[in-house]
């Protein structure tokens, strides 16, 4: 919960509306201060790669020292229950690890120019230099692991980063970039310009950022990339993730697993599980299977370590999420639990079935704790269910068969296509992002480091 008072932004608990702290809502003045202190940076002297990587093992050893204090505030501003906090800040003390590793091992590559008559007596090869100022714009859900995805590779290749968070959770971004000074990192390398969505542009648009990298929805992302044609736009966007269920799949694992990837954190990732198909010979009995899991999630105070499912992040999402629900059901769809709004910004974990693809709930992003399933008949038909999307972040597939899976691989159009598992699961260093509506871009410290840096031919004559 957010609110703009006197160029001030007052962050509140999405749970219970208390204040938390407040921090300056910046203008396109603070936007042009700190991009201009990132250039100086960019073309003064520069971070040698032992000391970047010094640094980034220094800030992993303060967030496995300071896990606590981060999950406390995430769990706070951003209403992600205690447990999931700490994995989160686990995961973003792997993440800048990884990042460090990549400042010691980022190589370009020598080229055989003597391989042509005209490079005889030549040397050629190409290094890998930083782009520029990076423009980093991250939405609520990850307030610290998705800003270490953007801030760790930046730092590992020497591209000064000016940060805009999002203003529903900049504490734990504030808290993180105290902790890269703290490690060592000079002033000027890591800006955070606090400010309201409606100052965001500003960044992509500034003549000094050379890249924008973008966390976010579909709509502000195109929006950002067509106001910046000329720089370069990372976008990592979202999402209705699909599952597909084969009746030779183990369907009770996908049930568990899928009690937890579609309401982990209310359903607020670009990953969570939005549209389940399975086949119409086990259909029944794994829907059973998974309302009765469901019905059985913990739904409170974020602070409560027995709290699975809490708040939405504001009054509007819940509200949104809630109308989209009845609106499948006046269709047809029939909520086998949950889907109500409660108190507190809480909506209901939730099981629809009888979903149709040409309801809100499933083709488009609905980002809270619903999962609507459809039944289907043949493997071809669910794998054409599964690409009716604009988006193609992450698919799941279970099944036994390994021709199933192959062609599963073949024919999905997402970034990733997981089999015998749910595509809410990351490993923080491997290659995440998508295609079509979900974006154009891959994260993870050593992908990220290849779109934050160009490459640089060297040709040495004897």
Same mark, same amino acid.
């Given at each position: 919960m957010?609110?703009?008072?006197?160029?001030?932004?007052?962050?509140?608990?999405?749970?219970?509306?208390?204040?938390?702290?407040?921090?300056?809502?910046?203008? %396109?003045?603070?936007?042009?201060?700190?991009?201009?202190?990132?250039?100086?940076?960019?073309?003064?002297?520069?971070?040698?790669?032992?000391?970047?990587?010094a640094?980034?093992?220094?800030?992993?050893?303060?967030?496995?020292?300071?896990?606590?204090?981060?999950?406390?505030?995430?769990?706070?501003?951003?209403?992600?229950?205690?447990?999931?906090?700490?994995?989160?800040?686990?995961?973003?003390?792997?993440?800048?690890?990884?990042?460090?590793?990549?400042?010691?091992?980022?190589?370009?590559?020598?080229?055989?120019?003597?391989?042509?008559?005209?490079? %005889?007596?030549?040397?050629?090869?190409v290094?890998?230099v930083? &782009?520029?100022?990076?423009?980093?714009?991250?939405?609520?859900?990850?307030?610290?692991?998705?800003?270490?995805h953007?801030?760790?590779?930046?730092?590992a290749?020497?591209?000064?980063?000016?940060?805009?968070?999002?203003?529903?959770?900049?504490?734990?971004?504030?808290?993180?970039?105290?902790?890269?000074?703290?490690?060592?990192?000079?002033?000027?390398?890591?800006?955070?310009?606090?400010?309201?969505?409606?100052?965001?542009?500003?960044?992509?648009?500034?003549?000094?950022?050379?890249?924008?990298?973008?966390?976010?929805?579909?709509?502000?992302?195109?929006?950002?990339r067509?106001?910046?044609?000329?720089?370069?736009?990372?976008?990592?966007?979202?999402?209705?993730?699909?599952?597909?269920?084969?009746?030779?799949?183990?369907?009770?694992?996908?049930?568990?697993?899928?009690?937890?990837?579609?309401?982990?954190?209310?359903?607020?990732?670009?990953?969570? &599980?939005?549209?389940?198909?399975?086949?119409?010979?086990?259909?029944?009995?794994?829907v059973?299977?998974?309302?009765?899991? &469901?019905?059985?999630?913990?739904?409170?105070?974020?602070?409560?370590?027995?709290?699975?499912?809490?708040?939405?992040?504001?009054?509007?999402?819940? %509200?949104?999420?809630?109308?989209?629900?009845?609106?499948?059901?006046?269709?047809?769809?029939?909520?086998?639990?949950?889907?109500?709004?409660?108190?507190?910004?809480?909506?209901?974990?939730?099981?629809?079935?009888?979903?149709t693809?040409?309801?809100?709930?499933?083709?488009?992003?609905?980002?809270?704790?619903?999962?609507?399933?459809?039944?289907?008949?043949?493997?071809? %038909?669910?794998?054409?269910?599964?690409?009716?999307?604009?988006?193609?972040?992450?698919?799941? &597939?279970?099944?036994?068969?390994?021709?199933?899976?192959?062609?599963?691989?073949?024919?999905?159009?997402?970034?990733?296509?997981?089999v015998n598992?749910?595509p809410?699961?990351?490993?923080?260093?491997?290659?995440?992002?998508?295609?079509?509506?979900?974006?154009?871009?891959?994260?993870?410290?050593?992908?990220?480091?290849?779109?934050?840096?160009?490459q640089?031919?060297?040709?040495?004559?004897?």
């Open positions: 957010v609110s703009t008072i006197a160029d001030v932004i007052e962050v509140r608990s999405p749970w219970d509306g208390r204040a938390l702290g407040s921090v300056p809502a910046g203008g %396109e003045r603070q936007v042009d201060e700190a991009v201009s202190v990132a250039l100086d940076r960019h073309r003064g002297p520069q971070l040698p790669a032992h000391r970047r990587a640094i980034l093992d220094r800030v992993a050893d303060l967030l496995v020292t300071r896990r606590e204090r981060f999950a406390m505030t995430i769990s706070a501003e951003a209403g992600k229950p205690i447990t999931a906090a700490r994995a989160e800040t686990t995961r973003a003390a792997d993440t800048v690890r990884f990042s460090a590793a990549v400042a010691r091992t980022l190589t370009g590559e020598v080229l055989p120019l003597d391989a042509s008559v005209a490079g %005889e007596g030549k040397l050629g090869f290094r890998r930083p &782009v520029g100022v990076v423009g980093a714009i991250t939405p609520f859900n990850f307030p610290l692991n998705l800003v270490c953007k801030v760790a590779p930046a730092v290749v020497g591209c000064p980063i000016v940060l805009k968070p999002s203003p529903a959770t900049p504490l734990t971004a504030l808290d993180l970039a105290a902790l890269f000074e703290e490690a060592g990192l000079p002033p000027g390398w890591l800006t955070v310009v606090t400010c309201t969505n409606e100052v965001a542009p500003a960044l992509p648009i500034h003549p000094g950022v050379a890249m924008v990298s973008f966390t976010g929805s579909r709509e502000v992302g195109h929006g950002l067509a106001a910046a044609p000329a720089k370069r736009v990372s976008l990592e966007l979202g999402n209705n993730a699909p599952v597909i269920v084969e009746p030779d799949g183990d369907w009770q694992a996908a049930a568990a697993k899928i009690a937890v990837a579609g309401f982990a954190y209310s359903g607020q990732t670009c990953i969570s &599980v939005q549209r389940l198909f399975v086949h119409r010979s086990v259909h029944d009995d794994l059973d299977d998974l309302v009765s899991r &469901v019905s059985r999630l913990r739904v409170g105070d974020p602070g409560d370590e027995a709290t699975e499912v809490s708040s939405l992040i504001n009054d509007l999402a819940a %509200e949104r999420v809630a109308g989209w629900v009845a609106e499948a059901v006046a269709d047809g769809a029939v909520a086998r639990c949950g889907g109500t709004l409660e108190d507190h910004s809480v909506v209901t974990p939730c099981v629809l079935t009888g979903v693809p040409d309801m809100r709930v499933s083709h488009a992003e609905l980002f809270g704790p619903v999962v609507g399933v459809q039944a289907y008949d043949d493997f071809d %038909e669910a794998l054409a269910l599964a690409n009716d999307t604009r988006y193609g972040l992450q698919a799941g &597939v279970f099944t036994r068969d390994l021709g199933k899976a192959l062609l599963a691989t073949e024919v999905l159009e997402f970034g990733a296509v997981l598992e749910v809410t699961w990351r490993a923080d260093h491997m290659p995440y992002g998508g295609v079509r509506d979900s974006g154009n871009t891959r994260e993870g410290p050593f992908y990220a480091a290849q779109e934050m840096t160009e640089r031919l060297v040709v040495l004559s004897g």
